[in-house]
């Protein structure tokens, strides 16, 4: 019996560290080649010891002003994003969590259905109407593209979330004098807050990496961080692995950051509905 | 303050009919219960009052407008819910004026008003906790606290106590006695619990099948049930109902008899000689003696004794099969199996058609 609990203790230990080198070493790689000194990063016996340096950093700021031009439309776009979606998603949220007829309940299975259509198949024929509309290369109609993106999903996500909240609630809100939208910015809104951090966990994400659509409706103005890191392996001089490791470093930094902290709600979005709370 | 009219009030979901037309008249000030087995259709009369619920046909007037189509805050109620319904993010004190600032009430009096429901309510400690900070009776009691700050016309109870224990239960029914009397206010209550209902009630209506089955005083009911279910629902234990056959008509008395039960007078209309019919007698009226020569008599033998102290609940078995309850109010030895035989005054009995 003791032998087999020292197993299992063992197997456990292995397949956790299998599995955190799996998601860890990537993102390691990554930071440790921006601080190496540009002969040693690909060196044959990788070295682990080397000392830092920050001059790929240096680099990134002095030749590529337009990676910081990309954060800045990145972050913009995200922000926007993410608001548009969860304004969304709350709203459609709490319609469908609320109301019950047989075409709102068909018409969740469409929500869940317009996910699974590859996005180039979306994509492609959007661009002559983004076109005609003068929308191409606009802050504007990327925040609407990814936050429509996600509004699906977000949706889904936020009726969860506000089917545990008891109906008795809103009702006592309507009798103190509540109309629906004060129900829904007093009452819902606070207690589906865990829910509403999921969604924007996903936005955030989703619209902070996302590389094909900018890369289809933005050229200049409202280009993203992404597509300026693809250029630099485009470069006509050769890439420069230090600079595009300390831009990749750059651009991984936040969203990391802002996951690590929103973990625990992630997890409460990706198992809401699991179980009976 | 004000009182209501309900006038053929009917609710159909899609093709289930759940009220089927009732006509209630409820005076300001009076204490209305509603009553009857789940599913009879009493809260969703409570909800249509408070306009949770369409009313699908008839009238409802709440101090003498008619509030059909208002939303449930044009209609000057307040509700208790089964559930306390508390905001859980809010405070006792968010949780007592948040409809008096969703109206815009000015600060001092919003503040006046809490801390005088509260001081009535005993809840003036909690006033900042949560509520997962309070027992079951505290959230009872933040949520009538709500209800009272709103002053409104109207208090609907939703089942208010069910969700409590028994020795809570009394202390809070006796505390919304209490209530009623301080504020004066209409009070319409929904309850299965036939003790609340005759313990608070100044008008009792016991509903069935979302029809009204009997309206009146509590005692009313209790001693001239309309029919046979308002017997049996009112009165515990349950009243006991015999097979009868009619053996004479006179005037307003019918004469019946059974095997088991020697024949009796009764007064009571609507029978003809040779009719089945079905005798109500409550367990506490029937008595081993003091009563004279014109009292009914059943004769059986005994099942079952349930010794209380205080009281002995004697279940028997008639010679014709049927299971009756007698409870005497004092201790007695029974033995089981052994003949027994009970009487009765005839001017406690029903007569109720088979």
């Known amino acids: ?69 990309g954060l800045l439309n990145s972050t913009i776009i995200t922000a926007g994003a993410t608001v548009i979606a969860i304004a969304g998603s709350t709203f459609a949220g709490y319609v469908y969590s609320r109301n019950s007829s047989r075409m709102l309940d068909a018409s969740v299975l469409f929500l869940i259905v317009v996910r699974l259509i590859p996005p180039i198949v979306v994509t492609l024929p959007l661009f002559p109407i983004v076109n005609v509309l003068g929308l191409n290369d606009t802050h504007a109609i990327m925040m609407v593209l990814y936050a429509t993106f996600f509004v699906s999903l977000g949706t889904v996500l ?40 999921a969604v924007a966990v996903f936005v955030v994400v989703f619209a902070w990496n996302e590389y094909l659509f900018a890369f289809i409706f933005t050229s200049t103005r409202a280009k993203t961080a992404p597509l300026v890191i693809s250029e630099m392996i485009g470069s006509i001089d050769g890439v420069d692995w230090g600079i595009l490791f300390a831009a990749s470093t750059v651009q991984l930094a936040p969203v990391l950051l802002f996951v690590v902290f929103m973990n625990r709600y992630l997890v409460a979005g990706l198992t809401a509905g699991a179980t009976k709370g | 303050m004000a009182g209501l009219q309900l006038e053929k009030l009917e609710k159909r979901f899609g093709s289930v009919d759940v009220i089927k037309g009732v006509d209630l008249e409820i ?52 509700m208790v819910f089964q559930s306390y319904a508390l905001y859980p993010h809010l405070t006792v004190y968010q949780n007592m004026s948040f409809g008096l600032t969703l109206n815009k009430t000015p600060k001092t009096e919003i503040d006046a008003r809490v801390r005088e429901a509260a001081r009535i309510l005993k809840l003036e400690p909690l006033l900042a906790r949560r509520p997962s900070q309070l027992s079951g009776g505290q959230r009872q009691r933040v949520a009538i606290g709500r209800a009272i700050v709103r002053q409104p016309s109207v208090f609907l109870f939703d089942e208010p106590l069910s969700n409590l224990d028994a020795a809570l239960r009394m202390d809070m029914r006796m505390e919304i006695a209490r209530l009623h009397k301080e504020l004066g206010a209409t009070m319409i209550y929904v309850t299965h619990d036939q003790v609340e209902a005759m313990t608070l009630a100044d008008k009792i209506v016991v509903l069935e099948g979302g029809v ?52 009796v007078t009764i007064d009571a209309r609507g029978f003809a000689t040779g009719d089945r019919a079905l005798l109500g007698v409550r367990p506490q009226y029937l008595k081993r003696e003091g009563l004279d020569g014109a009292a009914g008599a059943v004769r059986g033998s005994v099942s079952l004794v349930e010794r209380l102290g205080a009281e002995t609940v004697v279940s028997f078995e008639t010679a014709s099969s049927e299971r009756a309850l007698a409870a005497i109010p004092q201790d007695e030895v029974f033995e089981p199996g052994s003949p027994v035989e009970f009487r009765f005054d005839p001017g406690a009995a029903h007569l109720f058609a088979a």
């Open chain 2, 27 to 78: 005076k300001d000030g009076e204490f209305v219960v509603f009553v009857g087995p789940s599913g009879c259709g009493k809260s969703t009369l409570l909800r249509m009052i408070a306009g949770l619920e369409d009313i699908t046909g008839g009238t409802l007037s709440i101090g003498g407008a008619r509030c059909n189509d208002m939303e449930p805050r044009e209609r000057g109620i307040a």
């Open chain 2, 212 to 263: 009204v089955q009997q309206i009146g005083a509590p005692i009313e009911l209790y001693k001239k049930p309309a029919n046979k279910f308002v017997a049996g629902f009112i009165g515990s234990p349950r009243m006991n109902f015999l097979d009868v056959r009619v053996t004479g008509v006179a005037g307003g008395s019918v004469t019946v008899e059974s095997p088991s039960i020697a024949p």
């Open chain 1, 158 to 197: 936020m009726r969860t979330f506000i089917d545990q909240i008891p109906r008795e609630l809103d009702e006592a809100a309507e009798i103190d004098g509540a109309g629906r939208l004060t129900v829904l910015r007093r009452v819902i809104v606070p207690l589906a807050a865990p829910g509403i951090l």
């Open chain 1, 1 to 69: 019996m003791r032998t087999r609990n020292l197993l299992a203790a063992i197997g456990k230990t292995v397949a956790v560290a299998a599995m955190l080198f799996w998601s860890l070493f990537p993102i390691a790689f990554i930071v440790m080649s921006s601080l190496k000194p540009g002969q040693d990063i690909f060196a044959v016996p990788p070295r682990y010891v080397f000392e830092p340096t920050f001059e790929h950093y240096v680099s990134l700021w002095q030749q590529w002003g337009a990676f910081f031009d």
